[in-house]
Every structure is written in C-alpha cells, then in structure tokens.
C-alpha cells in the first residue's frame, strides 16, 4: 500500500516580542480606563462635597437670617 504523504503543519513556538507587545499594549488600554473611571469618581466626589459646602452656607445664611434677635 503506497500512500502519498500528508502535509503535517510545521508548528513554531509563541513569538516572544509579539507576545510582549501585545501585553504592553493591553495594559495600557486597562490602565487608561481604570484612569479614566477614577478621574470620573473623583469629579463626581468634587462636585458633591462642592454642593454640600454651597447647601451648608445657604442653610447658615438663612438660618442667621430667621434667627430672632436677642
């Protein structure tokens, strides 16, 4: 039985600078959202603690205002 001979795939290991610049480049799309969701919790941080100081002086304000005098 003479068969012809099958063509395997000659299989070759991982290339290593593709693999490190694939890493690289994955963690700085990680890092840049994980940045980009912190930037916003502290804006969203910085704006309520802004309206509690502008709510806190309205409050003294009107307070000192209704106060009767003695």
Same mark, same amino acid.
């Given at each position: 039985?003479? %068969?012809? !001979? =099958?063509?395997? =795939?000659?299989?070759? %290991?991982? @290339?290593?600078?593709?693999?490190?610049?694939?890493?690289?480049?994955?963690?700085?799309?990680?890092? %840049?959202?994980?940045?980009?969701?912190?930037?916003?919790?502290? !804006?969203?941080? !910085? #704006?309520?603690?802004?309206?509690?100081?502008?709510? @806190?002086?309205?409050?003294?304000?009107?307070? #000192?205002?209704? @106060?009767?005098? @003695?």
């Amino acid at each position: 039985m003479a %068969g012809g !001979r =099958v063509a395997h =795939v000659t299989l070759k %290991g991982p @290339s290593v600078v593709r693999e490190l610049c694939i890493g690289f480049a994955l963690g700085l799309v990680a890092g %840049g959202l994980w940045k980009m969701h912190h930037w916003n919790e502290q !804006r969203k941080v !910085r #704006s309520f603690y802004d309206l509690l100081e502008k709510a @806190s002086e309205v409050f003294c304000f009107v307070f #000192s205002v209704l @106060s009767p005098m @003695s």
